[in-house]
């Protein structure tokens, strides 16, 4: 049994021969290189020539990327995350308001749904008071289409700032938006002088 002239340098259990020039990069030992990164022990890998790929789209040099373009959040979650969440119920909203310290943008969609829901309180309440006081009169049968007609429309702008939320858009509604966004942002207060 001869040897393959192509490894003139392998012996028994991929030892190398005595004598034999092994190559380029020193001995690798047998390490077989694999589509994992190798573990980050702290020491350098078995291989000192194996290079760890990037993944697609990811920057060379940065296996992960915690910077988030809407800017970082003390909730210690994605801000598109929060701001969607804010829109849950009107709590969430509040919770979200008073834990968020510096994300505008969370704090503006969690001040948006806490108005907007505060509008369609004073409208359920306005309707009932005037669905009940025209009840038995022949305006009362025109009042109940106009309240699920106003309830429709306040739930299709609840879904669209909810859906925008998520999706990381500022997306601000006419009169509240720019209520909220005065509020969520207050200006800094000038110094007494």
């Given at each position: ?82 701001a969607g969440l804010s829109y ?43 669905g009940f006081a025209l009840a ?58």
């Amino acid at each position: 049994m001869g040897q393959d002239p192509n490894q003139p340098y392998s012996g028994p259990y991929g030892q190398p021969q005595p004598g034999a020039v092994p190559p380029q990069g020193g001995y690798q030992g047998g390490y077989q290189q694999s589509a994992y990164p190798p573990p980050n022990t702290g020491y350098p890998p078995p291989n000192p020539g194996y290079q760890y790929q990037q993944p697609y789209g990811q920057p060379q040099g940065q296996l992960y990327n915690t910077a988030h373009p809407l800017g970082p959040t003390t909730l210690n979650m994605e801000p598109n995350t929060a701001a969607g969440l804010s829109y849950l119920t009107w709590v969430a909203g509040l919770i979200i308001f008073l834990m968020e310290k510096q994300n505008r943008f969370v704090r503006f969609h969690a001040m948006q749904e806490i108005l907007l829901t505060g509008l369609a309180v004073i409208v359920w309440f306005v309707l009932f008071i005037v669905g009940f006081a025209l009840a038995f009169t022949v305006l009362g049968c025109v009042i109940l289409p106009l309240e699920l007609l106003l309830y429709a429309a306040l739930f299709v702008l609840w879904l669209i700032c909810l859906i925008n939320a998520f999706q990381g858009k500022y997306f601000k509604l006419p009169v509240i938006g720019d209520l909220a966004e005065r509020w969520a942002n207050p200006s800094p207060a000038t110094p007494a002088m």
